[in-house]
């Protein structure tokens, strides 16, 4: 088991550029989340998904946010038209089909800096 | 909609003292219920989780919480702190009978360990 891992760890990008990040999760887990953190703050939950289904979506995701999960495995969350305001810590996590109790597994995460 | 409070931003202890870290929810129902550390660099580490039964529960590296409903409150506790305590806790909770499975994170409490 080697965990949820994430690409890139860091991600400095100038305003108006857009950005992609890569989350793997732990590779039995059918379930996979994207929040986001700002300094000082605790997670704020974005998306989620179940296999390759966005199942669940915050009003956080603006039209300028976008997740794909296309074989149900890893996912990628891209950021387009990057606002000074998305500068924030990404973080994924991912739970087991067999856990009904919503126990979920953060990665490192991709702090991202829009400068 | 439903809400976690940690009301101690920031909290410093001796080595050696006991730790008591506050949360508090705002939901009718019981949710269920975590708590988790972030120390720099890292990702969420998951210390304990609260589903139903036995109000008491202990979690990883010498950590433990109390559920009390009539106080919606869900108190993190260890009985002597370790300088490696050091770093950020969150409490956070799931709606699961509301079949969400977004976790609603706490601002957090920054714990400072003093030799």
């Known amino acids: 088991d080697t965990g949820v891992s994430q690409n890139p760890r860091h991600k400095i990008t100038k305003r108006g550029q857009n950005v992609t990040f890569r989350c793997d999760p732990i590779s039995e887990h059918n379930r996979l989340y994207w929040y986001r953190q700002t300094l000082g703050q605790g997670p704020e939950f974005l998306t989620y998904f179940q296999n390759e289904a966005q199942l669940e979506k915050s009003r956080l995701l603006s039209d300028r946010f976008s997740a794909e999960r296309p074989k149900g495995s890893f996912s990628t969350l891209e950021i387009q038209r990057t606002e000074q305001g998305d500068s924030a810590m990404y973080l994924c996590?991912?739970?087991?089909?067999?856990?009904?109790?919503?126990?979920?597994?953060f990665g490192p995460g991709t702090r991202l800096t829009v400068l | 909609a439903q809400s976690v409070t940690q009301p101690d931003i920031h909290i410093t202890v001796s080595e050696g003292a006991s730790l008591e870290l506050r949360c508090n929810y705002s939901y009718g129902a019981t949710p269920y219920l975590f708590w988790y550390v972030q120390s720099p660099g890292q990702g969420l580490q998951l210390l304990l989780k609260?589903?139903?039964?036995?109000?008491l529960v202990q979690g990883i590296k010498g950590f433990e919480a109390e559920f009390k409903r009539s106080q919606s409150s869900f108190n993190l506790r260890k009985p002597s702190v370790h300088w490696s305590d050091a770093a950020e806790y969150f409490c956070?909770?799931?709606?699961?009978?509301?079949?969400?499975?977004?976790?609603?994170f706490g601002s957090g409490t920054r714990l400072q360990v003093q030799p």
């Open positions: 609260y589903f139903s039964g036995d109000t």
């Open positions: 996590a991912s739970s087991s089909p067999l856990d009904s109790y919503n126990e979920q597994f």
């Open positions: 956070a909770v799931a709606l699961m009978d509301t079949g969400r499975r977004a976790l609603t």
